[in-house]
């Protein structure tokens, strides 16, 4: 059974192989597509199973291997599972490098979808330092982007930080 359906079934251990026999025969092809990929895979496993040192130790190969391939997707992927990796760990400034840069990315790339996720991801980190304005800022940014793409989702996401938002100001209880 195939990595992703072993993870689906919470077969953490079976996916963990899985992947890992995935990044090592796509590491010795030069698939650095399916490198990334699968780092990125073995990164959640390690965060779902609180290893935040693995996870980051998979994560930062991820990015390594979509860099080295120049695939600006799968980078900026990677970055945005830095950034959240790093803020759940409240390593902040760390995170805010990380987002700042898939953010960068996402602009070269011309794509608003995955931008908007990442800002969403912005204001979240911005709200635990309590910065609000700037939480506010990323949460229009991210909401203004849904509704040129019609992403009724992600603009139910951003009003749901508009609310951590709005009970950290003190607006709501």
Same mark, same amino acid.
């Given at each position: 059974?195939?990595?992703?359906? $072993?993870?689906?079934? %919470?077969n =953490? #251990?079976?996916?963990?192989? =899985?992947?890992? $026999? /995935?990044?090592?025969?796509a590491?010795?092809s @030069? +698939?650095?597509?399916?490198?990334? *990929? ?6 959640m ?7 935040? #040192?693995?996870?980051?130790s998979?994560?930062r190969s991820?990015? /390594?291997? /979509?860099r %080295?391939? @120049?695939?600006g997707?799968?980078?900026? *992927?990677?970055l ?7 803020? $759940?760990?409240?390593?902040f +400034? =760390?995170a ?8 960068e990315? @996402?602009?070269?790339?011309? #794509?608003?979808s995955? @931008? ?17 304005p700037?939480?506010? !800022?990323?949460c #229009? +940014?991210?909401? *203004? *982007?849904?509704? $040129?793409?019609?992403?009724? &989702?992600?603009d139910? +996401?951003?009003? &749901?930080i508009?609310?951590i938002? !709005?009970r950290? /100001?003190g607006?709501?209880l």
């Amino acid at each position: 059974m195939p990595a992703s359906i $072993q993870w689906n079934q %919470s077969n =953490l #251990d079976r996916a963990q192989r =899985l992947f890992l $026999q /995935a990044r090592e025969s796509a590491i010795n092809s @030069g +698939e650095a597509r399916l490198a990334a *990929m699968t780092a990125t895979n073995l990164g959640m496993i390690a965060t779902v199973r609180g290893d935040h #040192d693995q996870a980051l130790s998979y994560h930062r190969s991820s990015l /390594a291997d /979509a860099r %080295s391939a @120049g695939l600006g997707d799968e980078a900026r *992927m990677a970055l945005n599972n830095l950034g959240l990796l790093q803020t $759940q760990v409240k390593r902040f +400034e =760390l995170a805010s490098e990380a987002f700042r840069e898939a953010l960068e990315i @996402g602009t070269r790339l011309g #794509d608003l979808s995955k @931008g908007m996720l990442t800002q969403l991801n912005v204001a979240r980190l911005n709200s635990q330092q309590n910065d609000l304005p700037a939480a506010r !800022a990323a949460c #229009d +940014e991210a909401s *203004m *982007m849904a509704r $040129q793409l019609g992403d009724t &989702h992600t603009d139910g +996401e951003a009003a &749901h930080i508009y609310g951590i938002i !709005a009970r950290a /100001a003190g607006d709501i209880l």
